[in-house]
């Protein structure tokens, strides 16, 4: 079995990579970074492979969709992606549209070329979030770039359902990685209380992914929480209750 796992290098990617090895997996890592990338691979052993890739610049997705289209790969996780935190009006334009590059366009284009190339049995996992499902205020473009994530997974997992190819949205919450601080939150902010680990996280995305039931996973009863009273009180109150976490 191969996967294509991006965002590799570090926090939720690489613990994919590290757990998906360990399951037997040939892992084929995907990140900017080439030191941690080869760390990595010294962890994993022999077989593995990475390619660098800044996946905000589409010349670089253009490199992996050709490597997903030249090779077949049974599981594509796409994880890349950051956030950007702070009012919209003050934040930096070039950051912001990098950011939805990344978050959107790219992922696309190698969901995309990772289906065209599909068979029954393979899987796809789009990396979302809790706030995807729940409008984060001081975070409105990096929750927004995770709406259109939950809800195009939800109609791949529709449409490839009939070619016996599984599609999941993961929608994480709070993970402990270097997402918060790179997104420009202050590390005495970070929520400990209702973090998971990035261990955690894909021991559970993993058992959802092996049951290929669900559209949409959300992991963690905090985040389950959160969701369901959203639905309760409205998209109003929602706004204002998530502005006041922020």
């Known amino acids: ?11 939720i990617g690489r613990e994919f990579a590290k757990q998906l090895a360990a399951k037997g997996y040939m892992i084929t890592a995907v990140a900017r970074n080439e030191a941690r990338l080869k ?13 660098v890739a800044d996946l905000s610049d589409p010349k670089s997705t253009a490199k992996i969709q050709k490597e997903l289209e030249e090779n077949h790969y049974d599981l594509l996780i796409n994880n890349a992606g950051f956030g950007v935190y702070g009012p919209f009006h003050k934040a930096d334009l070039p950051r ?8 959107i366009d790219s992922l696309v284009s190698l969901s995309y070329s990772f289906l065209k190339n599909s068979k029954e049995g393979d899987s ?5 979030s809790t706030l995807g499902l729940v409008p984060m205020p001081s975070s409105g473009v990096y929750s927004a770039t995770k709406a259109f994530v939950t809800s195009f997974s939800e109609s791949l997992w529709y449409e490839q359902k009939k070619r016996g190819v599984y599609v999941m949205g993961l929608c994480p919450g709070v993970t402990v990685s270097n997402f918060f601080e790179r997104a420009g939150g202050d590390p005495k902010d970070f929520p400990k209380a209702i973090a998971q680990s990035a261990q955690t996280l894909v021991e559970y995305a993993l058992a959802a992914l092996k049951k290929r039931s669900s559209p949409t996973v959300v992991s963690g009863l905090p985040n389950k929480v959160l969701v369901k009273v959203s639905k309760l009180i409205g998209r109003k109150a929602t706004v204002r209750l998530m502005g006041k976490m922020r």
């Open 1 to 11: 079995m191969k996967a294509l796992v991006t965002g590799a290098s570090e926090g």
């Open 39 to 51: 760390q990595l691979m010294d962890e994993l052993g022999k077989g593995h492979k990475f390619i």
């Open 96 to 103: 912001l549209q990098a950011m939805t590059r990344l978050n």
């Open 124 to 128: 796809l996992m789009n990396i979302s």
